[in-house]
């Protein structure tokens, strides 16, 4: 099945002023604008999406959220409902490592799930993040953990919302580091404990339906490496998102 691969740019908690958020986008907007042959998703923070909406809607490219709250309204400061994303962003990174459990905002399996259904609920798309951590990848629990980390966040979803998610397999250790997953290395875990959990759950076609990236380090230069494995349908990129450079590595992306 011909999956269409998918880019995304996590920018997490930079260029969220209106200025330098317009000045970096006017350097990457005509080039990504031309690219074809993947799907495009700029995550900008929350205090510039309202804007992002406005300039990208003339473009091929699609806007995320980096987050949303299960709940649609209530007691819950600081926090943002997926009512309010709906018809400013198309998707919401659900479940990244800097929110999980080990990351600051100590996000467990269980909020993950209520988030991703609270997500398809409004019509967005989630961008589902998982992946081991240093100690389980050495220890071997690498296609437990991560297939564990599939059945918790689809408890309960049917299989045709689940067909629409998106999801990376972003080994922990791998994001922000420098030192990325081997190409050959991300193509089995994807293949194996990421589809292999769908198909567990939901069979084999929705399975091969479900557009799995790969994220951690991945750069204009090894781009090209990853988008070649059959099981790595794009990427989800962090520091090298916010370069200009980032137009280089998307018509990499595209062009395989
Ligand atoms: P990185 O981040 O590309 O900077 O490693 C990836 C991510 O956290 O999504």
Known sequence: MARRP?????????????????????????????????????????????????????????????????????????????????????????????????????????AINRKLKAALTHGLTPILCLGENLEQNRAGQTDAFVSGQVRAAFQDVEASLAASCII????????????????????????LSVRGALAEIYGEDVAQQVRVQYGGSVTPENISAFMAMPEVDGALVGGASLKPQFVELARRAAAD
């Open 6 to 110: 998918i880019l995304v740019a996590n920018w997490k908690m930079n260029l969220g002023r209106s200025d330098e958020a317009l000045a970096f986008f006017r350097k990457i907007r005509s080039g990504l604008n031309e690219i074809k042959g993947v799907d495009l998703v700029i995550c900008p923070p929350t205090t510039v999406l309202h804007q992002f909406a406005e300039l990208l809607a003339p473009t091929r490219i699609a806007l995320g959220a980096q987050n949303a709250h299960w709940e649609e309204q209530g007691a819950h400061t600081g926090e943002i409902s997926p009512v309010m994303l709906a018809g400013v962003c198309q998707y919401v990174i659900l479940g990244h490592s800097e929110r999980r459990a080990t990351g600051s905002n100590q996000e467990t399996d269980e």
């Open 168 to 191: 990376a397999y972003e080994p922990i250790w791998a994001i922000g580091t420098g030192e990325s997953a081997s190409p050959a290395d991300a193509n089995r875990v994807i293949g």
